[in-house]
């Protein structure tokens, strides 16, 4: 089955640690995304991907990183600069960007 | 600037109609899609819209465009306690070819039985 898969879906972490949240699909996608899920506040984008070895930064992106070494993986690593992570982080892939795209179930990542 | 406004709950009687209204502001913009969200999974695109269109419906789904108000609707027909969920619609950027998608802040819709 093609999907787009997240892990772990649940997430703590230690104040001052940083932490790898995975993202990979086997849709044959180019376009990746990352967002942000607080209540009341929607998707905020993190960063996105247009194709191998190349991202752009969101809307957010400061105290996060991403990579893109090969097209069915875009890993977010949370780092320790990231003030507030304590959300739900939702991962994303599209055949180019702008159009549908297609959801992982998402990781609820909670600093402890 | 790039904004997608919701209005943030709305509440109805199971077989009742639903109607969750959107506004953007790109005029550019080259689809718009509705997504569900159910507690604690991801997103489920429901339908989308080209912006050279009026009116699309899917079965239970209608989404009506007007694209002199920038202004989208999704409304459910027959709605059922299992479309309880929040609703985002999305607009698809155009402009300068970054073609990313901008989320408003969902509806909660809650159905009562």
């Known amino acids: 089955d093609g999907g787009i898969t997240q892990s772990p879906k649940y997430l703590f972490r230690k104040e001052g640690q940083n932490v790898t949240l995975s993202c990979e699909q086997n849709?044959?996608?180019?376009?990746m995304y990352w967002y942000r899920q607080d209540p009341g506040q929607g998707l905020r984008l993190i960063y996105y991907s247009q194709i191998v070895n190349d991202f752009q930064k969101g809307d957010i992106a400061e105290g996060y990183s991403v990579s893109r070494e090969k097209k069915e993986s875009f890993p977010l690593t949370v780092t320790s600069a990231q003030k507030n992570p304590t959300a739900f982080y939702l991962c994303?892939?599209?055949?180019?960007?702008?159009?549908?795209?297609?959801f992982g179930q998402g990781t609820r990542l909670t600093v402890v | 600037g790039e904004d997608v406004e919701q209005s943030l709950f709305l509440s109805v009687r199971e077989g009742d109609s639903s109607v969750i209204n959107c506004t953007y502001t790109?005029?550019?913009?080259?689809?718009l899609y509705w997504y569900k969200q159910e507690p604690g999974a991801g997103l489920q695109l429901l339908t989308y819209?080209?912006?050279?269109?009026d009116m699309k419906q899917d079965q239970r789904l209608t989404v009506l465009l007007n694209k002199k108000d920038k202004h989208l609707s999704l409304r459910i027909a027959d709605t059922q306690t299992g479309d309880s969920a929040i609703y985002f619609c999305?607009?698809?950027?155009?402009?300068?070819?970054?073609?990313?998608?901008?989320f408003g802040q969902g509806t909660t819709l809650q159905v009562k039985p």
């Open positions: 999305a607009e698809s950027m155009a402009r300068g070819n970054t073609g990313k998608l901008i």
């Open positions: 849709l044959n996608h180019d376009a």
């Open positions: 790109d005029s550019s913009s080259t689809y």
């Open positions: 994303a892939s599209s055949f180019r960007q702008g159009t549908e795209a297609f």
């Open positions: 819209i080209f912006s050279n269109m």
